[in-house]
């Protein structure tokens, strides 16, 4: 049991690092086609960067599959992936960009935190100028308080 939460932990950080450098340098360079419909308005419900999820999404769904009968390494990866997603979810879908308002703003400063660096990421609509790429893993500047 122990070594299955650690692979699932391991599957959930790992999401954040390539999720981070995925972000940077691949959503924000060659992929910005379909991601700047991120950092625009939209009048629709779903985005052509919605695409990415369903990327990451099939990647924890095959590592599932493919672990389950042995309930190896593979399979607790895929959780690991899936708890992300839906955490990612519900935080940066839910919470901050508010495409379902079933919660207010985020007054827990470890949530404040996040939202303010997806603020000031989203400050630009621009391929480059943007800043912190992560959702987890913020600057701590975003975790202090404003006087």
Do not use: C
């Amino acid at each position: 049991m122990i070594e299955a939460i650690g692979f699932i932990a391991l599957g959930f950080a790992l999401m954040e690092v390539f999720g981070w450098a995925i972000h940077k340098y691949i959503m924000h360079g060659p992929l910005w086609s379909i991601h700047k419909t991120h950092h625009q308005p939209s009048k629709y419900f779903f985005e052509l960067n919605d695409l990415f999820s369903l990327l990451f999404g099939s990647i924890a769904v095959i590592l599932i599959i493919k672990g389950v009968a042995e309930l190896d390494y593979r399979f607790w990866m895929g959780i690991g992936i899936s708890l992300y997603g839906m955490l990612y979810f519900f935080l940066h879908d839910v919470l901050i960009h508010r495409r379902m308002k079933w919660f207010q703003k985020p007054k827990n400063g470890f949530l404040k935190g996040i939202f303010r660096a997806h603020q000031a990421h989203h400050r630009t609509n621009e391929k480059d100028d943007a800043v912190s790429f992560g959702l987890f893993v913020v600057p701590k500047e975003y975790f202090k308080e404003k006087d």
